[in-house]
């Protein structure tokens, strides 16, 4: 099945530093969302990419749908404590299959 | 406020015990969905429902079961057959069935079994 690698798997920054992350399928996808987990909470929709090269913003963050759609990247900007969890990549391939999710990366604020 | 609700937030039970989680939206969407989530392990489908009475395996459904009698209620068993029961369960929805792939999550039940 579609995989999907999603990298750094954990980052330490300290307050006010930018965030990249980025995730990379082996297969296309059609539409690629960012989602953000709280500690013992469910994730929540922070972006959705439904078309090639596209670029979003949310605030702070920003992603972009890779030209090859094979990729998506996130970034956040001057970080603040309450960007702290888990995010997650998620991707849809063509014919409206069920997502793949990436295995997250862990954003920890450094005081 | 529109939103999926999921209870218990905590749930112990002894091994061999059959368990269900509850999962209730009243956003109105027609599909709804049950992760499971690991450490370290990004999202995995149990099962899926995209209308009433009708659903189907997800990628990990052995030792699972579900039922949709209603749009808004969508519970998750967790059987005796299951092997490695323990983990944090999420229930989540969508406005059409896997179109769009906007899933709205709800607070996840933490179940362990000992």
């Known amino acids: 099945g579609q995989q999907l690698n999603q990298s750094p798997q954990s980052m330490f920054i300290q307050e006010g530093e930018d965030v990249s992350m980025n995730c990379t399928s082996s297969?296309?996808?059609?539409?690629w969302l960012w989602y953000k987990q709280d500690p013992g909470e469910g994730p929540v929709l922070l972006i959705a990419l439904y078309k090639a090269g596209e670029l979003t913003s949310n605030g702070r963050l920003t992603a972009q749908f890779g030209i090859t759609r094979k990729d998506s990247f996130l970034n956040i900007s001057a970080s603040i404590p309450s960007d702290v969890g888990i995010y997650f990549c998620?991707?849809?391939?063509?014919?409206?299959?069920?997502?793949?999710f990436g295995t997250g990366t862990r954003l920890t604020i450094i005081p | 406020d529109g939103g999926i609700t999921q209870s218990p937030k905590y749930l112990f039970r002894k091994e061999g015990q059959n368990v269900t989680l509850s999962c209730e939206q009243n956003?109105?969407?027609?599909?709804m969905y049950w992760y499971r989530q690991d450490p370290g392990q990004g999202l995995r489908l149990i099962y899926y429902s995209q209308i009433v009475n009708d659903f189907q395996k997800g990628d990990i459904a052995e030792g699972y079961s579900v039922s949709r009698e209603k749009k808004e209620s969508f519970p998750l068993t967790v059987t005796s057959a299951q092997k490695n029961p323990t983990a944090f369960y999420l229930c989540a929805s969508s406005i059409q069935g896997l179109a769009g792939g906007r899933l709205y999550f709800g607070p996840g039940t933490r179940l362990t079994v000992t």
């Open positions: 297969s296309i996808f059609n539409t």
């Open positions: 956003l109105n969407h027609d599909a």
């Open positions: 998620a991707g849809q391939g063509l014919g409206n299959e069920k997502l793949t």
